[in-house]
């Protein structure tokens, strides 16, 4: 009897608070949170459509320049919707700078392209690539280094493979501090001139070299001197090469005072260039310079293999 008597009050008193007015305004407060939270929601969903229309951007599609020959693509940004969303209701504001983006990617890539030669990046893609092509000479190699680790730049270096072969621990150094390993022929001929099995050895051979100096297999060829017809391009196509030339030269073999070689490549650099250079005295003491104007002009500085590559250069 106790027990049915204690079970009547409690039932009675929980009535009595579910059907109390303060607890009726706390779920009708609630009731018109959620309401205002969907009303907000839809608001920047809105928001959100109209800021694409204007934030979007198409991606740009590789294609085979008459002049360039074959030019990378480069990827589009879209509006993440859903996370974008997620990260204000979080915030529980409207702010643009929690606007999420994805990139897309263009329907045509270099792969998708007849091999042919590259000469620069996209020009929509605000970064520099220095390559430096390595033959012979040691002595201004440490002063470059140097720089490159002093800046925070990694850079491309197309190495020959008989100097490879011959200074297998310099070429270690250059892939252990980060730096992009690239082929440069084997004997530095000129390629053209080569029937195709010798052309074939002087890729080949300076595979060889590298990977077992620095256990990298190169993907970037810079054939030697410029110097190059379709088979020298198809033939490094078959062992997975891109053949690669340059933008801007610094003609550093000439010996040019420091301030001609900057002189020379400074009016040159813009979005997807490439700078030839070699491991020279002006080329150890102007590049300083040459990183920083390229850093002064709002420009990244990587690897070649960024620079053609499709992603965008960050914050967006």
Known sequence: ????????????????????????????SKKMDRAALTNQVAQWEQQLKE????????????????????????????IDEEASLQRMQQAGRWDESLIVYREVKPTIGLD??????????????????????VAWGNEYLPAILETLK??????????????????PDEAKKIAEAGHEIGSHAYSHPNMSQLSLTRMEQEITKTNTAITEATGITPTLFAPPSGDFDQRVVDMAARYHLRTILWTA???????????????????????????????????????PRLIRYVKEKKLTLGTVSDTLSTRRVPPY
């Not at 800021?51 to 990827?75: E, F, H, L, Q, S």
């Not at 091999?115 to 430096?132: E, F, T």
């Open 1 to 28: 009897m106790n027990r049915l008597l204690a079970l009547l009050c409690f039932l009675f008193f929980l009535y009595s608070v579910m059907t109390s007015e303060s607890v009726n305004l706390y779920i009708a």
């Open 51 to 78: 800021a694409a229309k204007t934030k979007n951007i198409p991606p740009v599609n590789a294609r085979i320049d008459p002049i360039w020959k074959a030019i990378p693509g480069y990827n589009g940004l879209s």
């Open 112 to 133: 998708q392209l007849a091999a042919a030669p590259i000469y620069r990046g996209n020009s929509d893609k605000p970064m520099v690539s220095l390559m430096i092509n």
């Open 150 to 167: 002093k800046e925070k730049v990694k850079a491309t270096f197309f190495l020959d493979g008989s100097w490879t072969k011959k200074y």
């Open 249 to 287: 030269d610094t003609v550093d073999w000439r010996k040019p005072s420091p301030d001609q070689w900057f002189r020379t490549v400074a009016p040159k650099i813009n979005n997807g260039v490439l700078v030839l250079m070699h491991p020279t005295a002006p080329t150890a003491e102007a590049l």
